[in-house]
């Protein structure tokens, strides 16, 4: 069989957890950010996972992390 090769603009968005969930960075924190409230740009800052419905695609696409 041949090396599954890993999608690299995956590998740079997701990590993968010790338990198998997917770990990714939140979205609407990159420019604009002065309309956006305080708390709200807190709240991006925490880790999110990815829904249990993406994780079979994201696996796919990192095989190896």
Known sequence: MPK???N???AKRFTRTASGSIKC???HRRH???KKS???KRQ???PKYL???DVRAALRMI???
């Open 4 to 6: 599954i090769k890993t």
């Open 8 to 10: 690299r603009g995956a």
């Open 25 to 27: 960075n939140a979205s």
């Open 32 to 34: 604009i950010l002065t």
């Open 38 to 40: 305080t708390k709200r």
């Open 44 to 46: 991006l800052r925490s």
């Open 51 to 53: 829904q249990p419905s």
């Open 63 to 65: 095989p190896y992390c």
